[in-house]
């Protein structure tokens, strides 16, 4: 592959490889190495696209699968949970809940959520590209979308009550003196 054509790739998608890599790695540096990695695998490769979509599912897919390969070697098992700390104080600094939620999904609702509807691809396309059938995308997505508007409830239900209570009056403190006299 010709470098111009993959730094042209890299700057056009970088993005939608970095999110695939942040759904299953949790973390920044490891999600960057993974880009690093699909990246890596584009220039070792001597392929041709004519057709950039093509190359941007190729990328998503090799992304997903080196994410997954580095997931199941035995010493990312054995890390503390420091990751997962920084992960949630990442998480603290983001405004999208919507994103946040779809990170928490499970893994096998995860990717698919985010091809739809943050990548625009049909579920016929996800389905090549994960290697599962059609009427498989399709029952995730509606599994996964129960399961974001049932915790989507459950929050505005919290912050409904927890306004509520921000709301009632308290005693005065003036009163609180006179009734101690």
């Keep these: 592959m010709q470098m111009e054509q993959a730094e042209r790739l890299y700057h056009k998608y970088f993005a939608a490889v970095y999110s695939v890599c942040f759904l299953y790695m949790k973390n920044q540096a490891d999600a960057c190495d993974m880009v690093q990695e699909t990246f890596l695998r584009l220039l070792q490769r001597n392929f041709t696209w004519q057709d950039e979509e093509k190359a941007k599912a190729w990328l998503i897919v090799t992304a997903s699968n080196c994410c997954k390969s580095q997931l199941r070697k035995s010493w990312r098992k054995k890390q503390v949970a420091f990751d997962a ?65 049932l915790a989507l409830e459950a929050d505005e239900r919290t912050e409904r009550k927890k306004k509520e209570q921000d709301e009632e009056p308290g005693e005065c403190p003036e009163e609180n003196m006179r009734k101690a006299w």
């Design 85 to 149: 700390a920084l992960h949630d104080k990442g998480k603290e600094e983001s405004d999208n809940l919507l994103l946040r939620m779809v990170e928490e999904l499970e893994e096998k609702y995860r990717l698919p959520v985010y091809l739809h509807y943050f990548e625009g691809y049909r579920g016929a396309e996800i389905a090549r590209m994960l290697h599962v059938n059609d009427s498989t995308v399709r029952s995730r997505l509606a599994k996964a979308r129960k399961i974001l508007r």
